[in-house]
């Protein structure tokens, strides 16, 4: 069973940076595509950026040049980091991280999701 926790979020003012954290358990060696996504209220999730398969990473417009997506594999422990940089008001949201066998990119049908983290930026 895949289970993944994040961690990171927190409450920053505007132009302040934060690193979200993301654990997956029972992984086992797939390769999986892994992302991060970000539902503010109201709002419908969205994609944010993803780490693909293949190694390939893709970023929403919003996010670019911003915000880096980055993978380790730390003693058979995966780890799935966002460097938030610029942080703006709008970049408020509950931050999931999602991981699929499947590329959906940056579509929010991955079979796997955290519980999220809540990022807050105030003006």
């Known amino acids: 069973q895949v289970r993944l926790v994040e961690s990171g979020g927190g409450s920053v003012q505007s132009g302040g940076s934060l690193t979200l954290t993301c654990v997956v358990f029972g992984y086992g060696y797939s390769r999986y595509c892994m992302g991060w996504f970000r539902q503010a209220p109201g709002k419908e999730r969205e994609g944010v950026a993803i780490?693909?398969?293949?190694?390939?990473?893709?970023?929403a417009e919003s996010v670019k040049g911003r915000f880096t997506i980055s993978r380790d594999n730390v003693k058979n422990t995966l780890y799935l980091y966002l460097q938030m940089n610029s942080l703006q008001p709008e970049d408020t949201a509950m931050y999931y991280c999602?991981?699929?066998?499947?590329?959906?990119?940056?579509?929010?049908?991955?079979?796997?999701w955290g519980q999220g983290t809540q990022v807050t930026v105030s003006s």
């Open positions: 780490s693909s398969s293949f190694g390939e990473s893709a970023y």
């Open positions: 999602a991981a699929d066998l499947t590329n959906y990119w940056l579509l929010p049908r991955y079979k796997y």
